[in-house]
C-alpha cells in the first residue's frame, strides 16, 4: 500500500469485515510496479507548500467545527489535486451532515474514490454505508463515484499530470530553467535543487513512471496524449 498524503481518522463507527467494492481503481497497477523514484508520480504526493497550507487550513477548520468552512477547502483546492485525505473528509462531511446537508450515496461516493490506492478507513466507511443502503441509493452512489472520477480519479489526474510535464519538455528551450542547451538550475516544489539535465532527466523519468501506473508499456517517444482547447489543468 501506498504511503497517504496526510494520516486518515476514523470519525465514525466502521464494520470489521471490509466488502469488496466494485469500483475499478490503480491498485493492481500500482502493487505491481517498481518502487517509486524520487519524484513526484501520484496526484497529490509530493505537493507544493501552497497546498500543504491549505490542507493545514481545512483540518484545523474540522477541528474547530468550521465544517462550511473546511468543506469548501477540501472541495475547492485540495479535492481537484488528487489529495485522498480531502476525498475522504468530504465523505466524512456528507455522511455526517457537516456543513452541508446529509448525503449518504454522496458520502458513499466520495469514500470510494479516497480508497483508489487502498486506504483501509476508506473502505471500512464506504462498506459500513454500503450495507446500509437500498438499491435507489446503491445506484445514485455508483453515478455520483463515476462523475467524481472523471474530475478527481487517479488516471484522469495522472494524465493531465502526463501532458503538462510533455508541454514542459516541448518547450524546454528558452523555458524557465534556461534557454538553448546550457539551461540553468531550478529549485523544485519539493525543495530540490537540480541542473537542467537533472530536471528534465527527473521529468521523463515521471512520466515514464505514470506511464507505467496506467499501464502503459509505451516508451516516452511513442507516448501522445493530445490537449484539448478547453482542458483546464490542475497543478500537482
Known amino acids: 500500500m501506498l504511503n497517504k498524503t496526510r494520516n486518515f481518522k476514523p470519525y465514525a463507527p466502521v464494520l470489521a469485515a471490509i466488502l469488496c467494492l466494485s469500483f475499478t ?34 483540518d484545523r477548520a474540522f477541528e474547530q467545527g468550521n465544517y462550511e468552512r473546511s468543506l469548501r477547502i477540501y472541495e475547492r483546492r485540495l479535492a481537484p489535486k488528487g489529495d485522498k ?18 448525503d449518504l450515496p454522496r458520502a458513499l461516493a466520495w469514500y470510494a474514490l479516497s480508497a483508489e490506492r487502498g486506504s483501509a478507513e476508506a473502505r471500512q466507511l464506504a462498506a459500513f454505508l454500503s450495507d446500509m443502503l437500498d438499491e435507489a441509493d446503491q445506484q445514485r452512489a455508483d453515478e455520483i463515484f463515476a462523475e467524481l472520477q472523471q474530475l478527481y480519479g487517479d488516471r484522469v489526474l495522472l494524465v ?7 508541454r514542459e519538455l516541448r518547450n524546454r528551450t528558452g523555458s524557465r530553467v534556461g534557454g538553448g542547451t546550457s539551461p540553468t538550475r531550478v529549485i523544485t ?29 509505451v516508451t516516452l517517444g511513442e507516448l501522445e496524449l493530445i490537449d484539448t482547447p478547453t482542458e483546464v489543468d490542475s497543478q500537482d
Open 85 to 102: 485525505h480531502a476525498h475522504y473528509m468530504i465523505g466524512l462531511h456528507h455522511q455526517n451532515g457537516f456543513g452541508v446537508e446529509q
Open 189 to 217: 516544489e519539493d525543495g530540490r535543487n537540480l541542473n537542467g539535465d537533472e530536471y528534465y532527466a527527473a521529468i521523463e523519468a515521471r512520466i515514464f513512471y505514470r506511464t507505467q501506473l496506467l499501464g502503459g508499456t
Open 160 to 166: 493531465k499530470a502526463i501532458r503538462r510535464d510533455q
Open 25 to 58: 481503481s490503480l491498485a493492481p497497477s500500482l502493487q505491481a510496479a517498481e518502487a517509486p523514484l524520487p519524484v513526484t508520480t501520484l496526484p497529490g504526493e509530493g505537493s507544493s507548500e501552497g497546498i500543504r497550507i491549505a490542507q493545514r487550513k481545512a
